[in-house]
């Protein structure tokens, strides 16, 4: 930060219809009202940031805007007792990077209430290999052993198992000692899943629409990633009593199915927030990240670009190209 208080931000401008992002210079006073200074680190890239950046109005209302949902970085000031300042914390979700001027800053300004502290052991760059998509898949997989869901129950399944949030999913799962089947549309991509602990790999047509209301139970429970028609022939066939842990639209947020695999099969389906759950079960999640849910492979996979890099990464989100883990790095 320069003497006049000015920093580095990608930010989005609507233009004649059209919405471009690009880096500029701004000050500490265009940021709105907070509690908590934070200088931003990094940042990583999600699906709703590619939205924000395309200018889709339920995502972001008002343009020009500075999208980035994650954050992690040190405090530089606070009016609150608690983070303090030099505290390293993580942020994520709530309205951060939506509405609020995000993660593709070099500094956010927040409320206390949105900061959690960084785990022991971890460091900025770290939590935003997890960051939001990480977050949500923890949530996923902890609804799934909340409901009693058990290797030895059978096979479990990930849908959009190269995104984000399904890589997570899937060495998660597999390193709790579930029998992961890993369910993408990018069959170049079933190397590296296995790698991950997938134990097969299938392509998108293993969800194909059928007119059936049921079919053969496949799978025990499972981490749905993707919505719409997909997530609808996942719940046709899950085993009795199995359940579906729900956490993203990136196929449509229209859910055509029948009752019948609910009562027919005691299925359950299992809605999962990362946005506006409370700061204690943020933290619960982060803690168990850092400790004895760590997924190594996801960390060493993991890439790093710099703002300049960040419109292309955006389109290959929108474009359904985009695999693993994104990082920004404000120091590249």
């Known amino acids: ?64 805007h500075t999208p980035g949902i994650d954050a992690a970085g040190e405090v530089v000031a606070s009016t609150a007792g ?28 927040v409320p206390a209430s949105w900061c959690v502290p960084m785990p022991a052991g971890w460091d900025g760059r770290t939590a935003m290999i997890y960051g939001t ?52 549309g990018k069959a170049d991509h079933a190397d590296s899943l296995k790698a991950l602990g997938a134990a097969e790999v299938v392509g998108r047509e293993a969800l194909t629409a059928d007119k059936k209301p049921l079919l053969k139970p496949q799978f025990a429970n499972a981490v749905d990633t993707v919505g719409g028609s997909p997530l609808a022939e996942l719940l046709k066939q899950i085993r009795p009593g199995g359940s579906v842990a729900c956490c993203g639209l990136v196929a449509g947020p229209q859910l055509e199915t029948t009752v019948l695999p609910f009562i027919l099969r005691g299925v359950n389906l299992l809605g999962v927030d990362s946005v506006e759950i409370p700061l ?22 993991a890439r790093d670009i710099g703002r300049g890099q960040l419109g292309g990464a955006l389109q290959a989100f929108l474009k359904g190209e985009s695999a693993g883990k994104i990082v920004l790095d404000h120091n590249l």
């Open 133 to 184: 998509a990480g977050l949500t898949a923890g949530l996923c997989v902890q609804k799934l052993l909340a409901m009693g869901a058990k290797p030895e129950q059978g096979k479990v399944a990930v849908t959009g198992a190269s995104g984000a949030v399904g890589s997570v999913a899937v060495e998660l799962l597999a390193r709790l000692g579930f029998d992961v089947v890993a369910i993408s």
């Open 280 to 301: 204690t079960d943020k933290q619960a999640v982060w803690s168990r990240f850092a400790a004895d849910w760590a997924c190594p492979k996801t960390e060493q996979a």
């Open 1 to 64: 930060m320069s003497d006049n208080n000015e920093f580095k931000a990608w930010r989005v401008h609507e233009r004649d219809g059209q919405y471009q992002g690009a880096e500029e210079v701004l000050r500490l006073s265009d940021l709105p009202d907070g509690e908590v200074l934070i200088k931003v680190r990094y940042s990583s890239l999600n699906y709703k940031d590619a939205l924000s950046a395309a200018g889709n109005k339920g995502v972001t209302r008002q343009y020009p």
């Open 82 to 109: 608690t983070p303090a300042v030099g505290d390293s914390v993580i942020v994520t979700g709530y309205d951060l990077g939506m509405n609020t001027a995000g993660g593709f800053g070099q500094f956010i300004r």
